[in-house]
């Protein structure tokens, strides 16, 4: 995505037309509602802190350096929103339904092969991502989802990047050492 191509908008809202601003929501609003998503696992929350995001963006725009990125810019709003969000918020429980995946054993969950390995592989990686804090769940969603660089995931969370690579690798080695724990539980259930 070319850098400069929210300018012309932008500059459309600063000059009062505000619904310039539309085509702004409607190029990021995805990937945004994609990050939010990821960080707080709730689509409901996930929406009201697009809402907010945007909300934030758009009183905040005279502030945006136009030589900058506007893609880092709001996704660090976004970022912080949702993490913000969570951090007020009284039950901070991640929504996994536990119960789904231990009721169904691999084979139960999709007769077609491919299919129930990767569904399986996918709950996996939910449940290795339900044991991260939102902070992690959020750079590696960042890092692995949005396939962003450490330098723009540093820029969007505030971080350096040496402390983005340290909280890579212990998010990393949280959800490996969670998988390997499913992994264990299964055998030792078929046995």
């Given at each position: 995505m070319n850098i400069n191509s929210d300018i012309p908008w932008i500059k459309q809202v600063l000059d009062g037309n505000t619904n310039a601003f539309r085509n702004i929501v409607n190029t990021h609003k995805d990937r945004a509602f994609n990050l939010a998503f990821r960080i707080c696992r709730?689509?409901?929350e996930a929406e009201e802190i697009i809402q907010d995001s945007f909300m934030?963006?758009?009183?905040?725009?005279?502030?945006?350096?136009?030589?900058?990125?506007?893609?880092?810019?709001?996704y660090r709003i976004v970022y912080n929103?949702?993490?913000?969000?969570?951090r007020t918020k009284k039950d901070n429980n991640i929504n996994l339904d536990t119960n789904f995946t231990e009721k169904y054993r691999y084979s139960e969950i999709?007769?077609?092969?491919?299919?129930?390995?990767?569904?399986?592989?996918?709950?996996?990686?939910?449940?290795?991502l339900g044991k991260l804090n939102d902070e992690e769940r959020g750079?590696?969603?960042?890092?692995?989802?949005?396939?962003?660089?450490?330098?723009?995931?540093?820029?969007?969370?505030?971080?350096?990047?040496?402390?983005?690579k340290v909280k890579l690798h212990r998010s990393r080695k949280k959800m490996s050492e969670a998988l390997t724990v499913d992994k264990t539980k299964e055998v030792m259930q078929n046995e």
């Open positions: 709730n689509r409901e934030k963006a758009y009183r905040s725009l005279g502030d945006f350096r136009m030589d900058s990125s506007f893609t880092t810019w709001f929103t949702s993490v913000s969000f969570l999709n007769s077609y092969e491919y299919e129930a390995e990767s569904e399986y592989n996918r709950i996996l990686v939910n449940r290795a750079i590696i969603s960042l890092f692995y989802y949005d396939e962003l660089s450490l330098n723009e995931i540093a820029a969007i969370t505030g971080e350096t990047v040496s402390n983005i």
